[in-house]
């Protein structure tokens, strides 16, 4: 559970959750999984999973939960920590906190 407390916390934490609405938070031994608003987003996906992959990056992927069928959006490999905000952002249109402090 440690790894999916550091990429809640590489995202902004309870800043990220009040931002977006995100929720159902649940975590893994190398993810972290949760459930956004779909309806806000750009993309229309509401559920994201963000996975700490061997080469020490992630994969963030965007999927869309509707009539019991999960379908994949989109997905973005070899993501460092500093750049999950952004990825988060640009695919869902999203702001994940007031100001940006990532470059």
Same mark, same amino acid.
């Given at each position: 559970?440690?790894?999916?407390?550091?990429?809640? +916390?590489q995202?902004?934490?309870?800043?990220f959750?009040?931002?977006?609405g995100?929720?159902?938070?649940?975590g893994?031994d190398?993810?972290?999984?949760f459930?956004i608003?779909g309806?806000s987003?750009k993309?229309?996906?509401?559920?994201?999973w963000i996975?700490l992959?061997a080469?020490d990056?992630?994969?963030v992927?965007?999927?869309?939960l509707?009539?019991?069928k999960l379908?994949?959006i989109? +997905?973005?490999s070899?993501?460092y920590?500093?750049?999950l905000r952004a990825?988060? +952002?640009?695919?869902?249109g999203l702001?994940t906190?007031?100001?940006?402090?990532y470059?």
């Amino acid at each position: 559970m440690n790894v999916a407390q550091t990429i809640l +916390e590489q995202i902004g934490g309870n800043q990220f959750r009040v931002m977006t609405g995100a929720k159902n938070f649940v975590g893994s031994d190398n993810a972290l999984r949760f459930a956004i608003p779909g309806t806000s987003t750009k993309n229309k996906a509401n559920r994201v999973w963000i996975t700490l992959d061997a080469t020490d990056t992630y994969t963030v992927t965007f999927q869309r939960l509707h009539a019991m069928k999960l379908n994949q959006i989109s +997905e973005v490999s070899g993501v460092y920590a500093d750049q999950l905000r952004a990825v988060f +952002e640009s695919a869902t249109g999203l702001r994940t906190s007031l100001t940006h402090v990532y470059a």
